[in-house]
């Protein structure tokens, strides 16, 4: 049995989750009868993470702001302003291709009873009282909005803390996020009784929608790779970015791809910067900076699927509350977990804005592991290969201020 199990775990989650759709989708066809039984394995995936989703998203982001190490003399705020921004930007493209092709998901029975919002007033009231909520409680109903809010108070507080004690917050951060590694290795089963499940209750038509949900997902990257970052490259350097977008595209897009994971790129990126020539003692800091915070992929992932259920349960958004969801989309996508999925367990933060309950906003979760064998891979090499285009970019753009030639623009 430990062989079987060790043999198991060494074949590449991506096949699992390929393995668990396929016999999820051909058990929903032969014998829909056994709906009930089989769908306990989606129920139980689904469970889990509901339960360590709230913790996690609170470790890491105090984690992170309580190590950090400040006063070192680096050129990182071009970059850091490139990031964000580029994170933004993909959150806006986001939400602008929801409304032009809005695309409805498959729910549990009763979803539909939610009540909206009124409007925008009522949506930002509904916001403070969740940022002042007593932190216990926010972890214990996984209100993410007030979960965050006290994360960052708490990190800001901790930094003149001993090094013993962010040694002990960082290796807690740590032990949460490999539970979630555990639990995310289990995504083949829990993907198996979701899909078994809406198939059997909703039939083929609700793998279409997971299909068009995927066309929007991708069409959206391909947009923020193609067109957004391409601008946002030639105001910076004011010549043609294409060549650039291209390589980064090439030689760090193709390979995150595969590894899905952007800490597992930082060593191909590392040798795609000493290939342009950039200064390492900037591109050292900045790639795994990046792996953190630049997560345009994430930012799309989190607000396509949350206005997807939006879309679902019949909730108006009018233009404030889209740019509302815009930023925080961008704020939940810097805090992205470095795991595969990571950034579907911060969808229900962006949920909790239009007061979707965390049952539901769960749901939307198992959809995107569902697609997650092509969204998660596309979303990370859209993410890391923007990692080197933006540190590129923003050493290029000094470059051109000293009058320097950088021929290492076009391969």
Known sequence: M?????????????KRILVGLIIGITLALTIPEAAAPVSILGNLFVGALKAVAPILV??????????????????????????????FLASVVAVIASFMFPVSITLAAGAEAVSSPGGISEVLLSLLMNIVDNPVKALMNANYIGILAWAILLGF????????????????????????????SLAPFGILGLVFDSIATSGLDALLGYGKLLVLLVGSMLAVALIINPLIVYIKIRKNPYPLVLRCLRESGITA?????????IPVNMNLCEKLGLDKNTYSISIPLGATINMAGAAITIAVLTLSAVH????????PTAIILSVLAAVAACGASGVAG??????????????????IAMQVVGVGFIIGVL???????????????????????????????FKMLHP
């Open 157 to 184: 507080a901790l930094k003149s803390a001993g090094q013993t004690t962010k040694s002990f917050i960082s290796d807690l951060s740590e032990g949460i996020s490999k539970v979630v590694k555990w639990v995310i």
């Open 342 to 359: 990571g950034s579907l367990l911060l969808i229900p933060l962006a949920c909790s804005l239009f007061g979707i309950p965390n049952d």
């Open 257 to 265: 791809f595969f590894t899905r994971s952007s800490a597992a790129n």
């Open 312 to 319: 679902t349960l019949g909730i108006p958004v009018d233009f």
């Open 375 to 405: 969204q998660d891979s596309c979303e990370t090499a859209l993410n890391s290969s923007t990692d080197v285009l933006f540190t590129a970019a923003a050493e290029y753009a000094e470059w051109r201020k000293q009058g320097k030639a």
């Open 2 to 14: 430990k062989d079987l199990i060790r043999k198991w775990n060494e074949i590449s989650l991506v």
């Open 58 to 87: 609170f470790f890491l982001v105090m984690g992170a702001i309580a190590g950090h190490k400040g006063g070192k003399q680096t050129n990182m705020k071009s970059i850091l302003v490139l990031y964000l921004v580029g994170t």
